[in-house]
């Protein structure tokens, strides 16, 4: 089945302790990006990839890292989490950026920073 | 810059009724449209995708269209069930794979039995 797999689903960490959220897709695509989610203020790009080894800023990318070494694996990396970053976070991907293909969204992981 | 409108933020339907869910753009250069649905909690589920040489996409009792002249996107959602319940997103961007999607916040649909 084609899919994109966030793991975890849900996770309560405490301000400062690094974490790693992991998305993997079995779909071959090129374009990775994650966002979060806020009641209020929709979904905001965090960071996104075109393909292996280049990735960019979304709109909303302090605190965040990310890497794409292979094709299947984009992970999103918070080295020093803050309560600020308690949000819902997707990961999704496209055969391509732009619209051109549609997009394929994880299930989401619930983030609680304490 | 690009912003999304959808109209409108809730709607609440007795069972049975159809309606229309709308989306536009400010900017009506759009390439192609998605429509998600979200239950609360989760993760977007892909309903539709028009792309640009398409007008109209239909899947069971769902029909999206798509006005490019003007920037604007429906969709009719038929004889309406509770299990419809959910918020339904609109997506669009440009052409270039360099292009970002712009989503819009939401239509939260509550159909009542």
């Known amino acids: 089945e084609a899919q994109v797999t966030q793991n975890p689903r849900y996770l309560i960490t405490v301000t400062g302790k690094k974490l790693t959220v992991t998305c993997s897709q079995n779909?071959?695509?090129?374009?990775m990006s994650w966002y979060r989610q806020d009641p209020g203020l929709g979904l905001r790009q965090i960071y996104y990839?075109?393909?292996?080894?280049?990735?960019d800023k979304g709109d909303v990318p302090e605190g965040y890292k990310v890497s794409r070494k292979e094709k299947r694996n984009f992970p999103l990396i918070l080295e020093s989490p803050s309560p600020n970053q308690t949000s819902l976070y997707f990961c999704?991907?496209?055969?391509?950026?732009?619209?051109?293909?549609?997009?394929?969204f994880g299930s989401g992981t619930r983030l609680t920073v304490v | 810059k690009q912003e999304v409108t959808q109209i409108p933020a809730a709607l609440s339907v007795p069972e049975g009724e159809n309606l229309v869910l709308n989306c536009s753009f400010t900017?009506?250069?759009?390439?192609?449209l998605q429509w998600f649905r979200q239950d609360p909690g989760k993760g977007l589920t892909s309903l539709l995708l028009?792309?640009?040489?398409?007008r109209e996409q239909t899947s069971g009792r769902l029909n999206a269209s798509l006005d490019k002249s003007s920037g604007r996107s429906t969709l009719y959602i038929a004889a309406s069930q509770p299990g419809d319940s959910a918020t339904y997103l609109c997506?669009?961007?440009?052409?270039?794979?360099?292009?970002?999607?712009?989503f819009g916040s939401g239509t939260r649909l509550s159909i009542r039995p």
């Open positions: 999704a991907s496209s055969r391509q950026g732009g619209s051109g293909y549609g997009y394929t």
């Open positions: 779909m071959n695509h090129e374009y």
């Open positions: 990839s075109m393909n292996v080894e280049v990735t």
């Open positions: 900017d009506s250069a759009i390439y192609n």
């Open positions: 028009i792309q640009s040489s398409q």
């Open positions: 997506a669009g961007g440009g052409r270039s794979s360099a292009s970002k999607i712009i």
